[in-house]
């Protein structure tokens, strides 16, 4: 691990970019980073993507993480503190900025699923599904703050009873807007997400 962050370190200092926290912390912990969906940068790949895709001249408060297979770049902002990430289509580098920022932690843990994020033809006045991806870990705590946010008439106990069988449908009554906003604003993207059809 010191090999890591001494060439974190080494990096920094010479393409002048501050690797946040979070991201240094997952370096260090050594997590998977190859998915069948899309890749997770090592510290030497930043460096690599940084130079090649030119973010020093053309946007340089963001550094990249990760790619989707594809088009899309993962982004973070340059600074110690910053947490959350975006999708950037690589020809948008420098003459935009990831329609949506999610916390990279709460991604990670959650599934870190690279495909669904990046869709920009999503038809966000659809009623969608609200979805239950995986049990709390403060269960009943959790799932009071889940039923109070999306204003379910279901018992607390039925829902309780629920959880233990994830993925689990618990509306469809929000449009994808309506439910992305709460999910994002209660900060529950760990445990929600939305499906459309």
């Known amino acids: 691990m010191e090999h890591i962050e001494s060439k974190i370190k080494e990096i920094e200092s010479k393409l002048h970019i501050v690797i946040p926290k979070v991201y240094r912390e997952f370096l260090l912990a050594g ?35 990760g790619n989707d297979n594809g088009d899309y770049e993962l982004v973070m902002k340059s600074g110690s503190n910053n947490t959350r990430f975006g999708f950037l289509e690589q020809g948008s580098i420098g003459t935009s900025e990831p329609a949506r920022m999610m916390n990279f932690s709460k991604w990670y843990e959650s599934g870190h699923r690279f495909s669904q994020e990046k869709n920009e033809n999503v038809d966000w006045s659809a009623k969608v599904k609200v979805v239950l991806i995986k049990c709390p870990e403060n269960k009943v705590k959790t799932i009071m703050k889940i039923r109070k946010a999306l204003q379910l008439d279901t018992p607390a106990g039925e829902l309780l009873a629920a959880v233990e069988h994830t993925p689990c449908v618990l509306t469809e009554q929000f449009s994808a ?21």
Request: charged content about 35%.
């Open 31 to 65: 997590h998977e980073m190859e998915f069948d969906d899309g890749i997770l940068y090592d510290i030497d790949t930043i460096a690599e993507r940084y130079v090649t895709l030119e973010f020093a001249e053309y946007a340089p408060e963001f550094i990249p993480i």
């Open 177 to 197: 807007i309506v439910a992305k906003r709460i999910i994002e604003q209660e900060q529950l993207e760990k445990w929600l997400e939305i499906r459309f059809g």
